[in-house]
Structure formats: C-alpha cells, structure tokens
C-alpha cells in the first residue's frame, strides 16, 4: 500500500503554545487528507476533511480556530493545535487519500499538553 | 447517516483457535465499501481486508475472511488459527462510493492468549 508519514510521533508542549502536526504522502498524490483524534481506547473521530488548494471542512462540534487545518500541497498537510491546553491532549491521526482510491493512514501523534 | 456498530468491547481466544468479529451497519446506499482495520498497540491503523458491496463473494486474505450479508446489512470478520500477532484493537468501517470518508465502529479490543 501506499506510504502516509505523520511527524512528530510524540510531542509534549506547554499549556497556550501552539504545535504543529505535518502529514505526508510519500508516493502518492493525496487530493483529500483526513484528520482523526482518538480517546484512549475509543474510535477515531474524524475531525476535518481536507482538499488540496482549498478550506477544510470541520466535523460538527470541532472547532476550526483552535485545529488550523492547511492543504497546501497535493502531499503535505498539517494540522496546528492552536494555543493548546491539557483536554487537547489526545491521540491524533491522519490519512490521506489519491483521487478514486481509498485512505491510508499515518502512524499518528501523541500530543500531550502540561 | 451512516452508522457502524460493533457490540463486542472485548474478546479473548487461545492461540490458534478461530475467532468472529462482529460488525453492522445502516446506510441507505447501495454502493459502499466496507473495511477492517487493525490497530495495535504502536496505534499505526493496518488495512486488513475490504469488501466491494456490489460483489457476493466474500473477501479473504490468508487468515482473514469476512461474512458479508448485505440484505442484513452485516459484516463480520473471521480470523482462523489465531496468533499472538493478532492481539489488537479492530475496528470495522464503512465508505460511501466516491467518498473516501471513513465511518468507523467503536472497536474490539481482541486478546490473543498463548
């Protein structure tokens, strides 16, 4: 399958910074990148969608001003967690999709906020 | 909407025994995909197997096989001879055709005992 690569794998940041998490396709031109967080042992919840060149579209109830979501290109995007505080801490995952074919994932982030 | 479910939190088999995984869902497509994932404790998502809704057969991979009842709207996953390797969160998706979107099932949290 395809390579996603997601860095950092682990990040530990203080209470009002910012982090900033990049997703990567290695061999593949990804139209749509996808952004999930996961609660320790819970689901993904997929929090935005994202297409290449244009604004992410934000899941209800995800808000848009604290997880700045850019596409800029067909392989990279990135997903910065605005001024975060300790409940943002969480598993975050991404996976990116070419056009017609189905999503791979990238190893994902713990982001832990003290 | 679509919905996912996976009623089993937690199962547990000895090795090389033969475990099922149980999965449904609600859509009111016709045309979907539906997937398994595994999901082990380095948290990286692995594409285990897929199933076009439009084919009868039933999707296998060596050790993975899937019952796929569309009339009952079911999908669930048999793993046979069951290895240590095994041990993992799985989690049973569904993508609308054309969407690339994932909607995932609360997982199952499956202990493979030696």
């Known amino acids: 399958g395809a390579v996603v690569s997601q860095h950092p794998s682990r990040v530990i940041c203080k209470s009002g910074t910012s982090v900033k998490i990049e997703c990567r396709s290695l061999?593949?031109?990804?139209?749509?990148m996808f952004w999930y967080r996961q609660f320790p042992k819970q689901s993904l919840m997929l929090m935005a969608t994202s297409n290449e060149g244009s604004k992410a579209t934000y899941e209800q109830g995800v808000e848009k001003d604290k997880f700045l979501i850019n596409h800029a290109s067909l392989t990279l995007s990135t997903l910065t967690v605005a001024s975060a505080h300790p409940e943002d801490s969480s598993f975050y995952i991404c996976?990116?999709?070419?056009?017609?074919?189905?999503?791979?994932f990238g190893q994902g982030t713990r982001l832990t906020v003290v | 909407a679509q919905t996912v479910t996976q009623s089993q939190p937690e199962m547990s088999v000895q090795e090389a025994e033969t475990v099922t995984l149980s999965c449904t869902y609600d859509t009111s497509e016709n045309n979907y995909y539906l997937f398994w994932y595994k999901q082990p404790p380095s948290r990286q998502m692995i594409l285990v197997i897929r199933?076009?809704?439009?084919?009868?057969q039933n999707a296998t991979e060596n050790r993975f096989s899937v019952n796929f009842q569309k009339a009952a709207k079911s999908f669930s996953l048999k793993i046979s001879d069951s290895q240590l390797g095994d041990t993992a969160m799985y989690f049973c998706?569904?993508?609308?055709?054309?969407?690339?979107?994932?909607?995932f099932g609360q997982g199952t949290r499956l202990t493979i005992n030696p």
């Open positions: 996976s990116a999709a070419g056009r017609g074919t189905e999503a791979f």
């Open positions: 061999d593949f031109q990804a139209t749509t």
């Open positions: 998706a569904f993508m609308r055709q054309g969407a690339q979107k994932l909607v």
């Open positions: 199933q076009e809704a439009y084919k009868q």
